[in-house]
């Protein structure tokens, strides 16, 4: 069992930045490849980033590539989105997940959720 906890969002201005922590409970982070999704209102979940087990892989959507950067630290159990050039339509939960197996590139199954931390960008 994995349990993640997202933190680090806000209210920013667009063109600013924030990053996303998520934190693993258990001693297995490593073990398994980390993902961020968001959800804005009346959509549907949005697959964003993903990272490998060792951190050496990673996958964006197009609408966040070259503006958000996924990085992890397993010694600290945690994994982070760092998101600059923020958009207003950047607005959303966002979600960080945990998946056994290997792969980043979507799609791939997630087997363990975070509650969710909101951003919200102000134009």
């Known amino acids: 069992q994995v349990q993640l906890v997202e933190s680090g969002g806000g209210l920013v201005q667009a063109g600013g930045s924030l990053r996303l922590s998520c934190a693993a409970s258990?001693?297995?982070?490593?073990?398994?490849?980390m993902g961020w999704f968001r959800q804005a209102p009346g959509k549907e979940r949005e697959f964003i980033a993903a990272?490998?087990?060792?951190?050496?892989?990673?996958y964006y959507a197009n609408s966040v590539k070259g503006r958000f950067t996924i990085y992890r630290d397993n010694a600290k159990n945690t994994v982070y989105l760092q998101m600059n050039s923020l958009k207003p339509e950047d607005t959303a939960v966002y979600y960080c997940a945990a998946g056994a197996g290997p792969s980043v590139v979507p799609p791939r199954g997630y087997d363990y959720w975070g509650q969710g931390t909101q951003v919200t960008v102000s134009s």
């Open positions: 990272i490998n087990r060792s951190g050496s892989s990673t």
């Open positions: 258990g001693r297995t982070f490593s073990s398994y490849a």
